[in-house]
């Protein structure tokens, strides 16, 4: 039987977002694939809200 979620009260919910720090990724080097994988950053990020 499935667990049942318990919800996050509101107040811890606005604190996490707030403590998102940024980060920046540099993708360097001869061949393919930095294209890809700064895409692919910027879909998860957005997938997940982040402006």
Known sequence: ???ARTPIPRQ??????RRVDSI????TGDGKGKSSAA?????????R???
Do not use: I, S
């Open 1 to 3: 039987m499935p667990e």
């Open 12 to 17: 811890q919910e606005k604190t996490h977002k």
């Open 24 to 27: 920046v990724l540099v993708n």
């Open 39 to 47: 895409f692919g950053v910027m879909g998860r990020g957005w997938a």
């Open 49 to 51: 809200g982040w402006r």
